[in-house]
């Protein structure tokens, strides 16, 4: 056998592992959150756009949440401001969230036009549009971070629409509150909030790192797959710090509201998305409800 036609089987078995999970999700709803790395690269991208637009291809039904705090930082700078974290939210004051809201509105612009690009349609809107997020002011511990949100309430009908029309929504992490003044929301919040209203098969959040491990320092003690209470046990144990805990939190609470699958991949490995959902093995870790088997397909 020749090396072509080799090549050729190769990606026929890519292929046919594939087609039980095509099967499976066919019209399911999967949420990405998008940030981190994968942004910023030009390429990545590129990668992870194409592979959200396979999946809307193949039968999903994908919606987008996107960050930008990498580019919101960038402008701040260039107005002669110093972005401010606190626990790792931005202080918001008024200059910031009119900056923020501009950049985020110019990220989503950018990815609906790579995701018509590839000839499907696509609609960026932010969480103010059709009252789809609804916030509360945010404090960390105790302290005004000024425009900041915490989501309260989704009114998910938007997308509902949006998706019976077979566009791919593209969501930028902004709302409302009672006041109907503006608030910058953490994208993997607004994210979480947003599965779970759709009542979303799966949620996936593209980060800088691998996914989960029980010590980081050891690669040999990756997880691949974990229950909402091995989770509880790590946190609770003192395993997992820094920017991991408020993610796996938003990850437990996802599953433990109806949200059948939560994913965190490392949004630096070109296609993560479809090596993760269309294989076997997987690339990421994986969050799963308490006494369920991981199955095909899962």
Not at 29 to 46: F, H, T
Not at 49 to 59: N, P, Y
Request: net charge negative; aromatic share 6%.
């Amino acid at each position: 056998m020749d090396k072509d036609m080799q090549e050729v089987l190769k990606k026929a078995e890519v292929l046919v592992e594939a087609l039980p999970y095509i099967q499976k999700f066919n019209k399911k709803v999967i949420v990405v959150k998008y940030g981190g790395s994968a942004m910023s690269n030009p390429d990545l991208q590129r990668s992870v756009i194409t592979d959200v637009t396979l999946l809307k291809l193949v039968g999903f039904k994908p919606i987008i949440v996107h960050g930008g705090g990498k580019a919101i930082s960038n402008w701040v700078s260039k107005v002669g401001k110093e972005a401010e974290f606190v626990n790792g939210l931005r202080v918001t004051d008024e200059e910031t969230m009119e900056i923020a809201e501009m950049v985020l509105g110019r990220v989503n612009k950018q990815l609906v036009s790579m995701v018509q690009e590839l000839g499907v349609n696509s609609i960026g809107i932010s969480g103010k549009d059709s009252g789809l997020l609804h916030v509360t002011k945010k404090y960390s511990d105790g302290k005004d971070i000024g425009f900041v949100g915490e989501v309260d309430k989704v009114d998910p009908q938007i997308l509902f629409d949006m998706m019976d029309r077979d566009y791919i929504p593209i969501v930028a992490p902004i709302g409302f509150d009672d006041n109907y003044d503006t608030y910058n929301i953490n994208a993997d919040d607004a994210a979480c909030a947003i599965a779970k209203a759709v009542g979303a098969d799966k949620l996936a959040f593209l980060t800088d790192i691998e996914g989960v491990y029980r010590d980081i320092k050891d690669p040999s003690t990756f997880i691949s797959n974990l229950t909402c209470s091995e989770a509880d046990a790590l946190i609770a144990g003192g395993n997992i710090g820094g920017g991991m805990l408020p993610k796996l939190t938003n990850c437990t609470n996802a599953i433990r509201e109806g949200v059948k699958r939560v994913h965190i991949l490392d949004g630096r490995i070109p296609h993560c998305l479809l090596l993760e959902i269309f294989t076997n093995k997987g690339v990421g870790t994986m969050f799963m409800p308490d006494h369920d088997n991981v199955e095909l397909g899962a």
